[in-house]
């Protein structure tokens, strides 16, 4: 190292710190990169490749930037995945004796961005910390641009992948042990929006990250903070700490509370119920447009949207909260003046939570503290307003909701109404606030004035007539009196230079006033600067006063919105219960009816619970609607528990723990299953997880694979779900196998639905109206008419499908009898003499040995995949199960 300069090895020996991250070297007015740096980022950012000298044979590569435009180049960087490390002059280079001393003031990466032009103001920007341990693991969730900070725990992989899928992190750190897990990060590998990254065992430490968090929150202990039973999540969260501290070079003031939960509190919503739903974002395009949330989020600021968003996904499970919630926006429908003139206000109310974000980063500039003191200026009038609610969650909100009249008297007094946006070129300072400030700016504005008045004023005072102050680089100020006048010259006068004909002199009232002038525009930026400083300072003092009411603001948006979304779409009230009910009225798709130009949405009625209507298998042709009436009651069940009305004339709804879907089909090639393969994956979830207070919505099970292999599956798994010994969940189970139909006579709980269809000769019309019964057709052809399929196709379908009716299984399926022990069938079986569980469809084979193997089977402790495994073994035995 010692062959290359002097700066140079500066250079290395700050990469050498930063391995992992692109450094960015200040040199001047630009940020260099060096040798892989360089070509990375020339290659990245379309930057011309050049050399610079660094005292070997061979010239250095190198790029750069310019500092004034490095935001937009580092965020590109940083949205490729890239971590980029800021390496700044400490000092100023006129004053440097030697090499400039320069320092990495902070590192970015995805999580660590502060840069909020670059982001969705209405998604959180997460940074989560995973510990994993082989007893269960611990998570932390940071969003530093808002000062929202969660921890939590998990048993498996699968509770860390649903905290994934739920925070949506844009960067995830953890320890190395995380990354030799089962961890699905194949499903990962194409969103670019994700990193991962390992970062050192020693962050992870326990005895540090206490010490961490007590130091941070300056504690003595973690049991006031409400962790005491959160231990790897306490560990999570200290080393995220850690890790911030030493990335951030910063105090993160801004992370003045961190909140422990228990992923328990909350509905569960695993990855595919989300993703099925389109909670937040449609399924296909990835976009807001055609979500639930894309309906419900009506919010006037950015705080408001991103809290409705956490709200979606994170449905409560207290019945008391939703009520408070169901209660405040009921008292806001039923005063649309006030609600709609809260709205009014909200609407000029900035994102108080990523500009106190700025201010406590200290990137906050002036314009960023008029938008901070106009929206202060709002908050008296809302107060006033909510002092007319009445309901418990109102009250809070009022009380939560500090009026903050000192910190917008202190940036009113000080700060311009239109400031420059640049910190050290004045303009930022109002006239009166500082004496000084005054004097300077004065000097700077008023200076040919000054020196004016004070040669008239000399003039007279000493009565030399041709008196002249005059200027120049060496001599600065001077007054020139010429020799025919110098006798008259006063005793205060000194002399600075004397001439031919004239001689040069200064007092000491031109010299405080030269450098009044000469040095006023440095000295009045540096104390506009000093002053603003101090004002920014003063507000991030009072973060707690500052988050605590930018929350209230953010609920108060949240629960105006859901009151106007239930106005203007004809939401009603949802009643709640604990006992497993779920009735509603006229019900309807929150979405659909939206995005229907005609707005002629078919509303339907649904009855479950936990005894007689347990189950509801529903039939029916493609495009009937059956996958929409089925998304419909799940998304009015969520509705209902964030504390929303629904859409429906009544509704009564049993709190659900967790809700889960299969609906739809698709491979999963990055990680080498097949449709069917993912379907089972997803069923056998559902299966181990639900519970007899989950919602179960079941579209299409089986159909991936053989007609056969699927009828058996899907009887098998309604069989597994309406056992209330064993399971019990309400569900709802749409299928194409009209053969399930038959359950209804022999499960008490399952019911038959269908959705009616209109017929006129080959044409069919679709009346989406969900009806009590089975179908007893698909329809198919008709739907493929509809599609258009040509005729000669169709005809040779029904040649085809004749030709199939005549060797029906419904017979075959009459005489299956039930697996559930103790059930009492609507109808009388035919087989009373079968033993439970031998079906009849089997009864045709020839095969001994298949036959004899299924015998012996222990079908009370299978699993369903390992019953999937049993069937494909027997597939591959046999020709054709179903020839007599």
């Known amino acids: ?75 590109r960087l940083v949205n490729k995945g890239y971590k980029v490390a800021i390496c700044e002059q400490v000092e100023d280079p006129k004053l440097a004796k030697g090499l400039v001393k320069r320092e990495v003031i902070r590192i970015v990466s995805r999580g660590t961005n502060l840069d909020t032009t670059m982001m969705d103001e209405r998604t959180n920007n997460y940074l989560m910390c995973i510990c994993y341990l082989d007893n269960g693991s611990g998570i932390s969730v940071a969003d530093i641009t808002t000062g929202d900070f969660y921890l939590t725990e998990v048993k498996d992989i699968r509770g860390i992948l649903d905290e994934v899928i739920r925070y949506s992190p844009r960067e995830i750190i953890c320890n190395e042990s995380f990354m030799m897990s089962d961890f699905p990060f194949s499903n990962f590998k194409d969103r670019t929006e994700l990193s991962f990254n390992t970062i050192d065992s020693h962050y992870f430490d326990e005895r540090e ?36 501290f030493e990335t951030q070079k910063n105090s993160l003031s801004n992370l003045s509370t961190i909140h422990a939960y228990d992923s328990s509190d909350f509905m569960h919503l695993d990855s595919s119920t989300r993703r099925n739903l389109e909670l937040v974002e449609t399924m296909r395009e990835k976009q807001k447009r055609g979500s639930l949330l894309w ?43 006030n609600r709609d003139e809260l709205r009014e206000y909200l609407d000029e109310v900035y994102d108080l939570e990523r500009l106190l974000g700025k201010i406590t980063y200290k990137t906050a500039n002036p314009r960023d503290l008029i938008a901070f003191k106009n929206s202060l200026y709002i908050l008296p009038h809302i107060k006033t307003i909510l002092k007319d609610f009445e309901s418990k969650l109102a009250c809070e909100i009022e009380s939560q909701l500090n009026p903050l009249s000192d910190l917008y008297r202190l940036i009113d007094d000080a700060i311009l109404e239109e400031p420059a946006i640049t910190l050290k070129e004045g303009g930022i300072i109002k006239d009166g606030y500082m004496e000084d400030i005054d ?5 700077k504005t008023e200076g040919k004035d000054w020196l004016l008045a004070l040669e008239e004023k000399d003039r007279e005072r000493t009565g030399i007539k041709n008196l002249r102050i005059k200027y120049n680089k060496v001599f600065g100020y001077y007054y020139e009196v010429t020799n025919s006048f110098k006798d008259l010259v006063p005793e205060d006068y ?37 002053v603003f400083c101090n004002v920014r300072d003063t507000i991030a003092s009072n973060v707690d006063r500052i988050y605590e009411t930018s929350k209230a603001i953010a609920k108060l948006d949240v629960f105006a919105s859901l009151s106007y979304v239930a106005e203007h779409n004809k939401y009603v009230r949802p009643t709640l219960n604990d006992n497993g009910v779920i009735e509603i ?50 998304l009015i069940v969520l509705l209902a528990q964030i504390g929303s009305f629904v859409p429906a004339t009544k509704a009564n709804i049993g709190i659900v723990d967790r809700l889960f879907t299969r609906v739809g089909a698709s491979d999963d090639l990055a990680s080498g299953q097949s449709t069917f393969m993912v379907e089972m994956n997803e069923v056998a979830n559902i299966l181990r997880n639900a519970t007899s207070k989950s919602l179960l919505i079941l579209d299409e099970i089986g159909r991936g694979t053989s007609t056969f292999d699927g009828l058996s599956i899907a009887w098998a798994v309604i069989e597994h779900i309406s056992n209330k010994k064993i399971l019990g969940a309400k569900t709802l189970f749409a299928t194409h196998y009209h053969e399930l139909t038959e359950l209804e006579g022999k499960i008490s709980s399952v019911n038959n639905y269908c959705v009616a269809v209109k017929e006129d000769g080959e044409d069919i019309v679709f009346l989406r109206k969900i009806i009590p019964g089975g179908a007893d057709r698909s329809y198919g052809i008709q739907v493929a008419r509809l599609a258009g399929i040509p005729e000669i196709v169709l005809n040779r379908a029904r040649e085809i499908a004749d030709e199939l009716a005549d060797n029906d299984i419904s017979d075959k399926i009459h005489s299956i009898n039930v697996n559930i022990k103790n059930e009492t ?19 045709a084979v020839k095969d001994e040995d298949v036959i004899n193997e299924l015998k012996s089977l222990d079908l009370t402790n299978m699993t369903p995949l390992d019953a999937l495994n049993q069937l494909s073994k027997f597939q591959g035995m046999l020709n054709n199960r179903w020839k007599a």
């Open 1 to 75: 190292m010692a062959d290359y300069t002097p700066m140079m090895q500066q250079y290395l020996e700050t990469k050498k710190e930063y391995p992992d991250c692109i450094l960015f070297y200040r040199l001047g007015d630009f940020y260099e990169m060096f040798f892989d740096d360089a070509k990375t980022a020339s290659k990245e950012l379309e930057l011309t490749l050049t050399g610079k000298s660094c005292g070997m044979e061979e010239r250095a590569p190198m790029c750069g930037v310019p500092y004034h435009a490095v935001d937009s180049y580092l965020n």
């Open 209 to 244: 990250c206490l010490k961490a968090i007590k130091s941070h929150f300056k504690v003595n202990s973690v049991e006031g903070l409400g962790l005491l039973d959160y231990k790897s999540g306490t560990i999570a969260a200290g080393a995220m700490l850690s890790y911030l």
């Open 295 to 337: 309906v419900i989020d009506k919010t006037r600021t950015a705080m408001g949207g991103r809290l409705l968003r956490s709200y979606v996904e994170q449905p409560l499970l207290d019945k008391n909260t939703m009520n408070e919630r169901l209660d405040l926006v009921e008292e806001l429908c039923k005063n649309p003046v």
């Open 439 to 443: 004097h300077f700016r004065k000097a």
């Open 494 to 530: 000194i002399r600075k230079q004397t001439l031919t004909n004239a001689e040069r002199y200064t007092t000491k009232e031109l010299k405080e006033m030269e450098d009044s002038i000469l040095n006023a525009e440095d000295k009045l930026f540096g104390l506009e600067y000093d």
């Open 585 to 634: 009225k006229e019900g309807r798709h929150p979405v659909v009816e939206r995005i229907m130009e005609n707005g002629l949405f078919i509303p339907n009625d649904t009855k479950l619970d936990n005894n007689k209507n347990l189950v509801s298998v529903i039939t029916g042709p493609n495009m009937a609607g059956k996958s929409t009436y089925m998304r419909q009651v799940a």
């Open 825 to 843: 069938s609507k109808k009388k079986s035919e087989r009373d003499d079968m033993d439970y569980g031998q079906i009849s469809l089997f009864e």
